[in-house]
């Protein structure tokens, strides 16, 4: 887990919890032997980094759709490196596979 979690100041909150829920956390804090409210913080900054993971994700995609075939493609000299990059990979696989 981030190491900031327990070295930065903390604020409290208070988080009401469905019945279930709660006993799923007690259950898991004393089967690992460590405080609820850790697995509780840690649990939400995952959370919390998937949440960011996926946004980043759907702005990269949604940039990439809108900008294909336009200007701010891909650069040509960097498309035109890479095809050429795969052509010698290529070239190399078939020679290998000839011994």
């Given at each position: 887990?981030?190491?900031?979690?327990?070295?930065?100041?903390?604020k409290n909150m208070?988080?009401?919890l469905?019945?279930p829920?709660?006993?799923?956390?007690?259950?898991?804090?004393?089967?690992?032997?460590?405080?609820a409210?850790?697995?509780?913080?840690?649990a939400?900054?995952?959370?919390?980094?998937e949440?960011h993971?996926?946004?980043?994700h759907?702005?990269?995609?949604?940039?990439?759709k809108?900008?294909?075939?336009?200007?701010?493609?891909?650069?040509?000299?960097?498309e035109?490196?890479?095809?050429?990059?795969?052509?010698?990979?290529?070239r190399?696989?078939?020679?290998?596979?000839?011994?």
């Open positions: 887990m981030r190491k900031y979690i327990t070295t930065q100041p903390m208070h988080v009401p469905p019945e829920v709660y006993q799923r956390l007690r259950t898991e804090a004393r089967r690992t032997r460590r405080p409210t850790v697995l509780a913080r840690e939400i900054d995952l959370w919390l980094a949440q993971r996926s946004a980043v759907e702005e990269v995609a949604t940039y990439a809108e900008a294909a075939g336009t200007g701010d493609d891909l650069d040509r000299d960097l035109a490196a890479g095809i050429d990059l795969l052509r010698k990979t290529k190399k696989r078939k020679k290998d596979g000839d011994r």
